[in-house]
């Protein structure tokens, strides 16, 4: 599944004023607005019990926020919930409160979201019949962009982003899915950032890779976010203390502790999250 | 969930308890030769200081390894990175015994002279020591605490020694090269008891989380919010 937009382009709204921190940490002076803002979210699917349970969290501009958690604790739902994706599936239903800039997310267009808030998923899913160029150039296409010489600069601004140009510069032509897993999820991170989105949600995007391709993408998040926000669920919680400056522990439907990774990876509030990174459950 | 991981730690954990207890017998017998002005403790100290080495080695590759294949987090983390200083201060404290020796050593061969409040040093800074690896081995802060107010009654007995002794060789010249002894016995045992402080600050840093050492320092990166790597 992809988000990619089918609207024309739209400008970006500004981002209003930042909301409040619920819980300063110890260099709250330092810290950067907040972009995103998430209050009280519940999650689920049809009848059975909620898959959030009333999650509140702040997500700060041009950082890195991961979301670690054992598995089923929520937390693909509820980057799920960030772009409306979650309430795509039949059943599924999001309450709460969701602030981008002072909109709630709930009440907006969820194409014109996804424009501002896009996803990489698990696995690298460029479109099977569409070339390294036409990939990601589908965003700006489906917008609406028709000014090829704007295209081609855009595709090429946001492959070199991604870190692929060097590599795809001479077989723009070729498919997509010919590249090799780590390059197809970097085309996948290009696509994204073609229609250069504010916030970028990452779904394990790198658990189908090898150390290798990870670790370009652990390079890339690190250039990426001095443009752009982003939040990344994964399992693997050295790639969350490397990457991020915030991370999240979630543990069945509930923020269990939220705080600066360095905090979260040395010296933990909570005995559930020490349990967890330190390998005692899981 | 009881982990592989936690027999390691605790593996480690035992050879730290077993290098510090070498090192409490190397500080006994180091002061037997100066008090007793008896030398065969030389070789004891001597074979311990080599035990003592090889622990040294051993628990730093140990560290290493745990680091590198297990990647530790928050309390195993802070337990390795204590381990690693503790270790180094161990190592430092059968140093100063093995000074301690050879001093005492040269002093049994000269006519006997005023210790001052040598021997009084020697409790307090064994006592530390002990109580820094108790502290340690129990995760015992309140403990760990008591040791580092302790430093400050062993800093005034040896500028009570030094004074003492810097009067008896200002009155006999004769007693010049023993009192130099003198005064530096009680300035190792004054830095064994610096090691026990540095290990009873590990220890508050393992179990807390809080870093204690420098406080003017820590408090100044605070209001500064200086943040090392977030």
């Known amino acids: 599944m992809d988000t990619n937009p089918v609207v024309p382009p739209t400008p970006a709204p500004a981002l209003a004023a930042p909301l409040p921190a619920p819980k300063p940490g110890p260099s709250a002076q330092k810290e950067k607005p907040v972009v995103m803002s998430v209050r009280g979210l519940r999650a689920g699917y049809g009848g059975g019990a909620s898959v959030l349970k009333g999650v509140s969290l702040d997500v700060r501009e041009r950082t890195v926020t991961a979301i670690i958690g054992p598995s089923g604790c929520g937390k693909s739902t509820l980057i799920r919930c960030l772009n409306r994706l979650h309430e795509a599936l039949p059943g599924a239903y999001c309450e709460g409160d969701i602030h981008l800039g002072g909109r ?33 150039a589908s965003g700006l296409v ?11 600069e855009r595709v090429e601004t946001s492959l070199r982003r991604a870190a692929l140009w060097d590599e795809v510069k001479d077989k723009l032509a070729a498919p997509g899915v010919g590249l090799s897993g780590g390059q197809q999820q970097r085309l996948c991170i290009a696509r994204a950032l073609a229609v250069e989105p504010h916030i970028l949600l990452m779904d394990e995007p790198c658990s189908a890779l090898d150390p290798i391709a990870t670790a370009r993408i652990e390079e890339l998040l690190v250039e990426i976010k001095e443009q752009l926000t982003v939040v990344i669920v994964t ?7 490397r990457v991020s400056e915030y991370t999240a522990f979630m543990l069945m439907g509930e923020l269990v502790e939220f705080g600066e990774t360095q905090q979260i990876f040395t010296k933990p509030v909570d005995k559930r999250t020490e349990d967890y990174i330190t390998g005692r459950f899981g | 969930m009881k982990r592989h991981f936690d027999e390691d730690l605790d593996d480690l954990r035992g050879r730290l308890l077993r290098m510090g207890g070498l090192c409490e ?25 080599r035990q003592v080495n090889r622990h040294h080695l051993e628990i730093d590759d140990v560290c290493l390894k745990l680091i590198a294949l297990h990647q530790p987090a928050a309390g195993d983390l802070r337990l390795i990175a204590a381990a690693l200083k503790i270790n180094s201060d161990l190592e430092r404290v059968g140093d100063q015994a093995v000074n301690i020796a050879e001093t005492g050593v040269f002093l049994c061969k000269e006519p006997k002279i005023k210790l001052g409040d040598v021997p009084r040093m020697v409790e307090v ?36 020694t030094f004074n003492e002794l810097v009067h ?14 003198v005064i530096l016995i009680a300035r190792n045992l004054e830095r064994v008891a610096d090691h026990a402080t540095n290990i009873a600050e590990d220890v508050i840093f393992m179990v807390l989380g809080k ?7 820590q408090e100044a990166r605070e209001a500064g919010g200086a943040s090392a790597t977030a």
Do not use: C, Y
């Open chain 2, 211 to 217: 870093d204690i050492r420098h406080p003017a320092e």
């Open chain 2, 25 to 49: 017998e190397m500080i006994h017998a180091a002061v037997k030769i100066v008090v007793e002005r008896d030398e065969e403790h030389l070789n004891d100290v001597a074979e311990w200081e």
């Open chain 2, 168 to 181: 008896l060789m200002q009155r006999d010249s004769s007693a010049i090269a023993r009192g130099m002894d």
């Open chain 1, 142 to 152: 489906l917008n609406g962009e028709s000014d090829r010489a704007k295209i081609a």
């Open chain 1, 235 to 241: 399992h693997n919680m050295q790639q969350a203390a």
């Open chain 1, 104 to 136: 709630n997310v709930l009440e907006i267009d969820p194409v014109l979201l996804r424009r501002e808030v896009g996803m990489v998923f698990q696995r690298p899913n460029p479109f099977p019949t569409m070339s390294v160029f036409e990939n990601v």
């Open chain 2, 125 to 160: 800074a064994t006592g530390m020591l002990k109580d820094s690896l108790d502290s340690f081995a129990r995760g015992d802060v309140e403990l760990a605490r008591d040791v580092i107010r302790r430093d400050d009654e062993e800093d005034r007995l040896k500028s009570q």
